[in-house]
Nanobody, 121 residues
Framework: QVQLVESGGGLVQSGGSLRLSCAAS????????MGWYRQAPGKQRELVAV???????TYADSVKGRFTSSRDNAKNTVYLQMNSLKPEDAAVYFC???????????????WGQGTQVTVSS
């Protein structure tokens, strides 16, 4: 069993900052890419940021220059530092990780339960 547990969401004023964390635990052999997605009411889930095991990052155009993703491989944890938050950033943020759970080179996607980010204008 693998679990992803997110934390750090909450209410912030426009222009403010939040830092999300996502810790993976359980039967983990290795973790490939980790990422953050978000889903606002009535909208599809969208990619926010992805970070590879080597630390290479990819961001959605809408968050470039404002959000930074990092990870601590020793702690199986990924972070999302969100600065200059805008009302349109409000959504439920989900953590995703591609995890190999055994010696067989098979990777499965796992999701966290989501954490709410609310940005007041």
């Amino acid at each position: 069993q693998v679990q992803l547990v997110e934390s750090g969401g909450g209410l912030v004023q426009s222009g403010g900052s939040l830092r999300l964390s996502c810790a993976a635990s359980g039967s983990i052999f290795s973790i490939n890419a980790m990422g953050w997605y978000r889903q606002a009411p009535g909208k599809q889930r969208e990619l926010v940021a992805v970070i590879t095991s080597g630390g290479s990052t990819t961001y959605a155009d809408s968050v470039k220059g404002r959000f930074t993703s990092s990870r601590d491989n020793a702690k199986n944890t990924v972070y999302l530092q969100m600065n200059s938050l805008k009302p349109e950033d409000a959504a439920v943020y989900f953590c995703n990780a591609k995890i190999q759970t055994g010696v067989a080179p098979i990777v499965y996607p796992y999701w966290g339960q989501g954490t709410q980010v609310t940005v007041s204008s």
